[in-house]
């Protein structure tokens, strides 16, 4: 259950540490020859997503803050699982952890 956001923007959200926050890939709901797909066959959430905003790194075991891997625009590969959702409005967003993302795609 995703929590409802009371701030109006999504931009308003500022991760900390090495999180990263994205916005999944919405599943097509019409086919190219223009067929609707029903909402069971779109309810499976897909795996990629942009990025939106990102924290400033976490520190190591030095103590050192190493910055995160992605950075916003990027589209990332995400695991079937996780992440922290926050709805505003309309939109869902996800919270992952930096090292919770799988892969940057490189087209």
Do not use: H, M
């Not at 190219?32 to 939106?52: H, K, Q, R």
Request: net charge neutral; charged share 20%.
């Amino acid at each position: 259950q995703a929590a409802q956001a009371t701030f109006k923007s999504i931009r308003s959200v500022v991760p900390l540490l090495d999180r990263v926050l994205v916005q999944r890939f919405k599943p097509e709901t019409k086919t190219a020859s223009g067929i609707f797909l029903p909402t069971s066959a779109t309810n499976t959430p897909l795996p990629e997503a942009t990025v939106i905003a990102v924290g400033p790194g976490a520190p190591n075991k030095d103590g050192q803050i190493v910055p995160t891997a992605v950075k916003p625009g990027d589209r990332v590969l995400l695991p079937g699982w996780g992440g922290n959702s926050i709805k505003v409005g309309e939109e869902e967003f996800f919270l992952f952890k930096d090292a919770e993302i799988l892969a940057k795609i490189q087209e």
